[in-house]
């Protein structure tokens, strides 16, 4: 059985609980919690999911594809196999940053009025942004937060918008970053057996690819690193079991607050 993230309706078995869930296993699922009605403020990053999950299964089918075509012969994987691996990873990381993001711009504001870590991390940006602490780039001094808060129709959901802007302004690069986004949601990303170490390598993976094309002038084989099929598998599965993570973790704070 190959791994995968299942989406609700699509599971060959009962929903799991995400924080019971192995991270970082190939034969571990995380399944999407069952909700009915689902939550709206999750429908969005659901449907990323989905998207993000046919890539990955995609990718996964081309490699074998080419194993055929060559034979099925084991060993070393071929430079275009690896090309489809690092890809792999790359658009499982694409996933995770747009789930992570969309559940930001729909869920923040659905649970402000219901969850007090959510509130908290409104107060304590517009505390910061209020100290001038932020005053770094066009759009970010203290002076014209407090214009655009004074003069707006609706000082709150300007506040709101400014926030939403600032959590997802850049791309995931790192653990820590998806802890920072985690806990906007108000969930704790330690309980929800999110590793840091098991991620940082990942997105460490991630970056040398998509910034320096994963090159390694000192191979010498191949000029750029050479990544194992099954790790490779696996930081995909992983990032995607992180996502379908985050949003069980959201709609449970939603059903909470219902």
């Given at each position: 059985?190959?791994?995968?993230?299942?989406?609700?309706?699509?599971?060959?078995k009962?929903?799991?609980?995400?924080?019971?869930?192995?991270?970082?296993?190939?034969?571990?699922?995380t399944?999407?919690?069952?909700?009915?009605?689902?939550?709206?403020?999750?429908?969005?990053?659901?449907?990323?999911?989905?998207?993000?999950?046919?890539?990955?299964?995609?990718?996964?089918?081309?490699?074998?594809?080419?194993?055929?075509?060559?034979?099925?012969k084991?060993?070393?994987?071929?430079?275009?196999?690896?090309?489809?691996?690092?890809?792999?990873?790359?658009?499982a990381?694409?996933?995770?940053?747009?789930?992570?993001?969309?559940?930001?711009?729909?869920?923040?504001?659905?649970?402000?009025?219901?969850?007090?870590?959510?509130?908290?991390?409104?107060?304590?940006?517009?505390?910061?942004r209020?100290?001038?602490?932020?005053?770094?780039?066009?759009?970010?001094?203290?002076?014209?937060?407090?214009?655009?808060?004074?003069?707006?129709?609706?000082?709150?959901?300007?506040?709101?918008?400014?926030?939403?802007?600032?959590?997802?302004?850049?791309?995931?690069?790192?653990?820590?970053?998806?802890y920072?986004?985690?806990?906007?949601?108000?969930?704790?990303?330690?309980?929800?057996?999110?590793?840091?170490?098991?991620?940082?390598?990942?997105?460490?993976?991630?970056?040398?690819?998509?910034?320096?094309?994963?090159?390694?002038?000192?191979?010498?084989?191949?000029?750029?690193?050479?990544?194992?099929?099954?790790?490779?598998?696996?930081?995909?599965?992983?990032?995607?079991?992180?996502?379908?993570?985050?949003?069980n973790?959201?709609?449970?704070?939603?059903?909470?607050?219902?």
């Amino acid at each position: 059985m190959t791994t995968s993230t299942v989406l609700a309706g699509r599971a060959a078995k009962p929903p799991v609980s995400a924080a019971k869930t192995p991270l970082c296993s190939r034969r571990a699922t995380t399944t999407l919690t069952h909700m009915v009605p689902r939550p709206e403020a999750t429908a969005k990053p659901r449907l990323i999911l989905e998207h993000a999950q046919a890539s990955h299964d995609a990718f996964k089918k081309a490699v074998e594809i080419l194993k055929k075509e060559r034979g099925g012969k084991r060993g070393m994987t071929t430079d275009e196999e690896q090309d489809i691996l690092r890809a792999s990873v790359v658009f499982a990381a694409a996933g995770l940053d747009a789930v992570a993001k969309q559940l930001i711009r729909d869920a923040v504001p659905a649970l402000l009025d219901s969850d007090p870590k959510v509130l908290d991390g409104l107060e304590t940006f517009v505390s910061r942004r209020i100290r001038g602490e932020d005053e770094e780039g066009e759009g970010f001094t203290r002076a014209r937060f407090l214009a655009r808060l004074l003069t707006a129709k609706s000082s709150r959901e300007q506040v709101i918008e400014e926030y939403v802007r600032e959590l997802t302004g850049s791309s995931l690069q790192s653990a820590e970053e998806l802890y920072k986004t985690a806990s906007a949601l108000g969930l704790d990303a330690a309980k929800m057996n999110i590793d840091r170490k098991t991620l940082q390598p990942i997105f460490e993976c991630r970056n040398k690819i998509i910034h320096e094309l994963d090159i390694d002038l000192s191979g010498t084989r191949r000029k750029r690193n050479i990544r194992s099929e099954d790790q490779m598998i696996e930081y995909a599965t992983t990032l995607l079991d992180v996502a379908a993570r985050l949003i069980n973790g959201v709609e449970e704070r939603l059903r909470q607050a219902a």
